[in-house]
């Protein structure tokens, strides 16, 4: 390990979480409700400790002829640390989680000191007044709906190819949230976002202007169960139709990555590439009596693609500009057992990224030992490359979320 110290300090914080049950008052939730709760003598805060982790199985061919060049890996896709509660009062809540697993952690380069990425969340959450709310810290920006969806509470073994190609994900900075009622049932919410622009734990590269995201919800038969709006499946099997609209409008000022705040950075001979990229999402999610069906549409584009040098010259980088559809359903056989079906597109701009449309077709099943708290799911996607190769792609995941 290149950062034992960094290493033990998580270890220790966590022993010393877990030893100091003995000087709170405590109580064991239910399973999938966290590992223990905290109240402090003074009731002047709560703690919830939470522990997950997926182990994932894959399988992938090459399909040429017939299916070549065989790949299989196993790995602990997530593993993850998570508090969450309030702080003197019930209207400061925060969250705090940590990424342990070695792809919890990937993505460290000169900008993040040369340190693996543990924090993933670490957010204040202000109920200031009324309906309105103000987060302060890093979490995930409000982008596309299957981004923010918990990767703990997907209904495939992970998120489609739209979401890869372009989510906005986490970043730090500052969000107001707000909802109101037009009826009694038809809510509706927004929230509207300023971040570094840069992508998370960023400690030194942010040479651009920041980040701006607007996005607005409509609800028209009142919430899901369970913030299900915010769930894969319908687990809750709805009585009555439930519907959420939403739509997001993504602007960063002088970006300085292929993909807005994600992928590499555009390097020329005078440091960064800059160029302003927008980036729309529009999103659907119905769920009723065990049937789900989500929608996406996302498209990106900048106000100048192509990165290049002081003297006009192209160095190679690009913005990923582009649009995907990802199309997503899924039906309870019973209470424990789900079909899901899946249908991504991708497409970029060809001039631009040299690269065609991509169409993955995906069938999944999962079985839901207790929710999405302890499940086994397993899908099957082949994916038309216009560009390459294709692929066939086997997964196989345990997911347990304490």
């Not at 390990?1 to 877990?18: E, T």
């Not at 789900?292 to 990923?320: C, H, I, W």
């Not at 499940?375 to 997911?399: A, C, H, P, W």
Request: proline share 2%.
């Amino acid at each position: 390990m290149k950062f034992p110290i960094l290493q033990n300090v998580v270890i220790l914080s966590c022993m010393l979480a877990f030893l100091s049950i003995s000087a709170q008052e405590t109580n064991a939730p239910k399973f999938g409700k966290g590992l223990f709760n905290l109240l402090g003598k003074d009731s002047t805060f709560t703690m919830k400790v939470g522990l997950r982790f997926q182990t994932l199985a894959t399988s992938q061919w090459d399909v040429i002829n017939g299916l070549s060049n065989p790949e299989s890996s196993m790995m602990i896709r997530r593993s993850r640390l998570k508090f969450d509660g309030w702080a003197f009062s019930p209207k400061l809540k925060y969250k705090l989680e940590l990424g342990l697993s070695n792809r919890d952690q990937s993505g460290a380069s000169e900008y993040t000191s040369n340190a693996p990425r543990y924090i993933l969340d670490a957010v204040l959450k202000w109920n200031f007044s009324g309906n309105f709310v103000l987060w302060f810290g890093q979490t995930k920006l409000p982008g596309n709906r299957e981004r923010v969806i918990s990767s703990a509470n997907l209904q495939q073994v992970d998120r489609s190819l739209l979401n890869s190609r372009f989510n906005i994900d986490r970043d730090i900075g500052m969000q107001l949230r707000h909802h109101f009622n037009l009826s009694d049932t038809f809510i509706v919410k927004e929230i509207f976002s300023i971040a570094q622009g840069e992508g998370r734990n960023i400690t030194k590269g942010n040479v651009g202007g920041h980040q701006y995201t607007t996005r607005v919800e409509l609800l028209p038969f009142g919430n899901f169960a369970s913030k299900g709006d915010y769930k894969g499946s319908d687990l809750k099997f709805e009585e009555k139709p439930k519907l959420a609209l939403g739509v997001a409008y993504d602007f960063n000022n002088n970006a300085s990555k292929t993909r807005s705040n994600q992928g590499s950075y555009m390097l020329n001979d005078t440091g960064f590439y800059s160029t302003n990229i927008s980036t729309l999402f529009l999103d659907a999610m119905y769920k009723h009596k065990g049937f789900s069906f989500m929608a996406e549409y996302a498209d990106r584009d900048a106000e100048d693609p192509l990165a290049k040098n002081s003297d006009g010259t192209l160095t190679g980088d690009e913005v990923q500009v582009g649009t995907g559809l990802n199309l997503q359903t899924g039906y309870l056989l019973s209470k424990t057992v789900e079909v899901s079906a899946r249908y991504t597109n991708i497409t970029l701009d060809k001039s631009i990224t040299g690269k065609g449309a991509e169409n993955q077709y995906t069938l999944g099943l999962s079985k839901y030992i207790a929710g999405h708290s302890l499940k086994v799911q397993t899908d099957l996607s082949y994916t038309d490359i216009g560009f390459k190769t294709n692929e066939l792609l086997f997964r196989l995941q345990v997911d347990i979320h304490f």
